[in-house]
């Protein structure tokens, strides 16, 4: 059975810092691509940054210089640091893991992120 688990989110104020985490299990890690998503009520879900199997990454253009996405094979985890966040950064956070071969595509049940003062 395969789980993707989501921890990190909460409240920050603007400004401030979450380090996001998704533990995988049932899939073998190191051959997905990783990636977080994110959805703000009323609209739809967007990517926010993916990482290959070679450690290549992807940024929406409005997380780009604040947000750095991260995997740790041996421990089957992928990792969202997010700093400088922003109002407009608050959403629920989803973690997703693709294996393209096997036309694999699952998801996290997301971790919400809240950005105010």
């Known amino acids: 059975q395969v789980q993707l688990v989501e921890s990190g989110g909460g409240l920050v104020q603007p400004g401030g810092s979450l380090r996001l985490s998704c533990a995988a299990s049932?899939?073998?890690?190191?051959?997905?691509?990783m990636g977080w998503y994110r959805q703000a009520p009323g609209k739809p879900r967007e990517l926010v940054a993916t990482?290959?199997?070679?450690?290549?990454?992807n940024y929406a253009n409005s997380v780009k210089g604040r947000f750095t996405i991260s995997r740790d094979n041996a421990k089957s985890t992928v990792y969202l640091q997010m700093n400088s966040l922003k109002p407009e950064d608050a959403a629920i956070y989803y973690c997703?893991?693709?294996?393209?071969?096997?036309?694999?595509?699952?998801w996290g049940q997301g971790t919400q992120v809240t950005v105010s003062s």
């Open positions: 997703n893991a693709q294996y393209m071969a096997f036309d694999a595509n699952y």
């Open positions: 049932g899939i073998i890690f190191g051959v997905y691509v």
């Open positions: 990482i290959t199997v070679d450690r290549s990454t």
